[in-house]
């Protein structure tokens, strides 16, 4: 059984910065790629970022515009998401997510339903 706890999250003020982290328990936390995603109140949770088992690859929901930055360190099984020039719109419960498998569609990616095992989230507020 794979466990994920998110961590970082609080209340921040437009434009500061957070960096949220993910720790995974077991022993095959870098077989798997790893993502974030986010869900605001009364609306559906959405695809914010991904990254490959390796941490060579990444993909971002457009609306990240380089703000985010997800990384990972298999030695630690801990994945991160830096997030940088935060928007009051960018308030929500933030989740990591074990994908199944590698991803190779952007449209894979952003399934929900290709992610086994989620975190229970951590809360981001962001103020005017």
């Known amino acids: 059984q794979v466990q994920l706890v998110e961590s970082g999250g609080g209340l921040a003020r437009t434009g500061e910065s957070l960096r949220l982290s993910c720790e995974a328990s077991g022993r095959t936390f870098g077989n798997y790629p790893m993502g974030w995603f986010r869900q605001a109140q009364g609306k559906e949770r959405e695809f914010v970022a991904y990254?490959?088992?390796?941490?060579?690859?990444?993909y971002y929901a457009d609306f990240v515009e380089g703000r985010f930055t997800i990384s990972r360190d298999n030695t630690k099984n801990v994945v991160y998401l830096q997030m940088n020039s935060l928007k009051p719109e960018d308030t929500g419960n933030y989740y990591c997510a074990r994908a199944k498998s590698p991803l190779g569609t952007t449209q894979a990616i952003t399934d929900l339903k290709q992610y086994d095992y989620w975190g229970q989230g951590t809360q981001v507020t962001v103020s005017s």
């Open positions: 990254i490959q088992k390796s941490g060579g690859w990444k």
